[in-house]
């Protein structure tokens, strides 16, 4: 066997790399810098003749307590990062810096009784070897210390943060693009095993926060109850997550409505008071000069008077019943007597009904009737058919802002309904408020100057229109203000829908 020799080494090659390989099993066994640095301090005994040892480092320090001038030394070796053998006092000192990439992690003296010329370059540079793997060692481990630290910070920073939003009444839910849940929290998780209905609609939110990347929010009504989900995309490391969360709002709703009711019910009783007592003044007056002086009155003023009051009445006695009908249709006991009527016939009757009020007022009243029918059949309750006609008729007549008003109520035939038109050349309802006067009491702020009302008429309209599977819209801008509605030709009581 052919025998190598390092330079200046006293020992064989393969006693070397067996040295060399066992020291490296023991390092990476050590658990401590501590045993790291006493493995490097046995193996260094294979090369130095060791009299006492000692560690150096900003954390720590172990073995033979050094003087002031060894201890300048040994941080000068580190600072330089240099293996170095100098005489102090009467001894040799052994410095061997132990450091990483970025920094120094101690210093290893040793005071050794070695004759300096017999320290080779080979010795050194095995030295520095074991002092670089050691180093890694060192390093690693406190990489290990630090990543075990860090680890239990997250872990920690994760329950604190699962706590806090496990306590929120909000119920958060964390999906990745493959809608798999990487995180949920009790809230949610009670929610969807309480409502498993309830997930179809949230998915379908989180799937469009997912398509076009955009927060989305949304109420949702669920078994009685409301919802206010809000989902947002967010870009993280791992990719592209949603978080949603959804907040159970049923008692603000709640709230809210008992508020409108509220309010409603004021501005009810408020329009309502004002819209009797302006009648009422009038029978009262009027009944009170005739009782004051019905003696001096000739029999025609009386007559106008007694008339008057009789009108005033009616008028009081309508404003009654519509709201009477009204609390019958909420209450759902809005009692309807279908029949097949001729539709021409009750329009007639409404036209013929209400053509002195036209007269009286100075407007131009008309009627248009498909030439080619003689009789248009519906199925409807004649007395709410007339009810409707009447009272698109009387809105006409009371909100056409034109100085010549012109007011005609249309037949049009149109294929499976007849749509019944009362048009008048006033300005129409504004586009943003035709959903609104369908609401009871909603009468337009611009409006309320040309005449009083209860805001009733339209939302009865509507209701009626409804129960006769119509439908009812505005159409107009300026000069030109039209109501419809359609009926079905169909008699639908007696072929109903297949
Ligand atoms: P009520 O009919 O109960 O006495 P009202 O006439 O004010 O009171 P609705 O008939 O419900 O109530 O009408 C609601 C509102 O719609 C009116 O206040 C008015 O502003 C508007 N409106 C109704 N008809 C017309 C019309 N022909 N032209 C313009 N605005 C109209
Ligand atoms: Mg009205």
New binding site residues.
Partial sequence: MVEIRVVGFSKKIPELSSLLSSFTLRLNAAETVTACVGELEKVSENFFEIDWYSYVSEEEEFGKVLEQKTLNFAHWSAQKHHLSITPIGNSMVLFVPLFSRTKSLGVLVMGIKNDVSEITRGVIDVESFLAFETSMVIENMKLAKELVKKNKYVAEAKYYLENVLNSLKYAVVVEDIYRNEEFSNVPYRKLITDKTSLRPQIEEMINNAFVYRKEISNEIEHDGSFYSVHVVPVELSSGLKVVASIQDITNTKELERLQKINKMKNDFVATVSH?LKTPLSAILAYSETILDSVDSLDDETLKQFVGTIKNEGEHLKS?VN?MLDFSKLESDSFPMNFKRVDLIKLIKESYEGLKARAQENGIKFELSLPEHLISAYVTADSRRMRQIID??V???F???DNPSPEVKISLLDAGENYIVE?Y?N????PKEERDK??QKF???ET??A??????????L?KEIVEKHRGKIWIEGDENE?G?KFSLPKKDWLTSPEP
């Fill in positions: 819209e404003i519509d009272n698109l009387v809105n006409a009371k909100y056409d009362v008048d006033g300005s129409s309802v006067v369908f909603y009468r337009v409006m309320k040309k005449a009083s009302g209860t805001g009733l008429g339209l939302a309209v203000c109501f």
